[in-house]
Every structure is written in C-alpha cells, then in structure tokens.
C-alpha cells in the first residue's frame, strides 16, 4: 500500500493497491451479483443513471440493511479506519475530519462502454472513490471541472477528497461487451 499526498488544486490522497488480491475477487463476485432488483428506486439521483448515463448504482448499506457483515464490500471498506489516515492530518488537513464522522454511505456504479456521470457533489464530508478496472477502455477519468483537474486513478486505488469540489466521470469508450469498470463510492458524513 503506498500514500500519496496531494494539495494542487486541493488537498486529496491516494492509496495505491488498497485491497489485498484475494479481497478484490470476492468484492467483483459481490458486484457481479448485484442486479436489477437490487436498485433503490427511492433514490432518484442513482435510478436515473441507468437510462441518462448507461450506468447502474446500487446502496450497498441499503441492500445489507443490518447485516452489513454479510458484505464483502463493506468489510473491506471498514479497513480504512485501521490506517489511522487523521494521523497524515499535515499532509492533508481534511483527513482532520475523518475521527469527527459519525455514518457512511455506499455505493457501487458499474460503468459500460458509453457510460459516463454528470458533474455532481456527494453532499458529505469526504469521499473516498474505489475504481475496480475489470476490461480494457478508455475515458472515464474523474473530472474536477472547476479546475479541469484527472487526477491519476489506477485500478484498486482509493481517492479521498472533499465532496463539495464538483466532479464527473468522463465518457467510457470500450470495444468489450458488458461491464468494464466498478467504481465504490464511500461517503462519510458528520452528524446525519
């Protein structure tokens, strides 16, 4: 696992290699798993990405509900807390914030050729981004339009920043059939 610290154009980390390998077959399966009937239909932002972006979003917590044990993707995200990251806290003051968190939320977007996600915030303190590569493509860099900002996303990394800067996810273009790249989307919120 390697940190990078980041403050051009904002503060941001990186964590390469964040999940072990074994981790990452059994967090695909879960994905693989997720269809239709899983989709939160009260969440309109998410639904609508099916048919405006070629995308799927599930809520991990709500398919789970109680049983978050049960996941795959859940406890591999709960890790995190073990890297003790507010200690990087002068290397990038918004992991600050992260001890001050009282509740996550998580998604999973599974991204097809032509698929893309309009600019958008997450409404939360900090989001960490998982990108899973499963195919050859390309596009789908994460945009940050305010400063025209890609930062370099490699598979199985995690992306921590502020979910106020506005950001997308460029166009995928593949000549693959089916899903190319998973994305997880931890969000984490303090006082909801």
Same mark, same amino acid.
Not at 3 to 11: C, D
Not at 163 to 181: A, D, P
């Given at each position: 696992?390697?940190?990078? #610290? =980041?403050?051009? !154009?904002?503060? #941001?980390?990186?964590?390469?290699n ?12 879960? @994905? ?10 009260n ?9 405006k ?10 398919i789970?509900?109680? #049983?978050?044990?049960d996941?795959? @993707? ?10 003790? $990251? ?6 990038? !003051? =918004?992991?600050?914030? =992260? !001890? $001050?968190t009282?509740a996550? @939320?998580?998604?999973?977007?599974k ?6 996600? !309009? ?8 989001t960490? =981004? ?11 860099e ?6 025209g ?8 990394c995690?992306?921590?920043?502020p ?30």
């Open positions: 696992m390697i940190i990078q #610290h =980041l403050k051009y !154009p904002f503060y #941001h980390t990186i964590i390469f964040y999940f072990e390998k074994s981790e990452i077959s059994k967090i695909i399966e879960e @994905i693989d798993r997720l269809s239709d009937q899983n989709l939160d239909f969440d309109t932002h998410h639904n609508q990405l099916k048919t972006s070629a995308s799927e979003s599930f809520n991990i917590d709500s789970y509900g109680g #049983h978050r044990q996941s795959q @993707i859940l406890f591999s995200l709960s890790k995190v807390g073990d890297l003790k $990251l507010e200690q990087h806290v002068e290397k990038n !003051p =918004l992991l600050g914030y =992260l !001890p $001050l009282n996550d @939320i998580t998604y999973v977007q991204y097809k050729n032509g698929s893309h996600y !309009p600019p958008h915030i997450d409404g939360s303190v900090l960490f =981004l998982y990108p899973i590569h499963l195919q050859n493509f390309s596009g789908g994460l945009l940050f339009t305010k400063y900002y890609k930062p370099h996303l490699e598979h199985n995690v992306l921590i920043f979910s106020y800067q506005i950001h997308k996810l460029c166009e995928i273009q593949s000549n693959n059939e089916g899903y190319v790249r998973y994305s997880i989307n931890q969000r984490f919120y303090i006082g909801l």
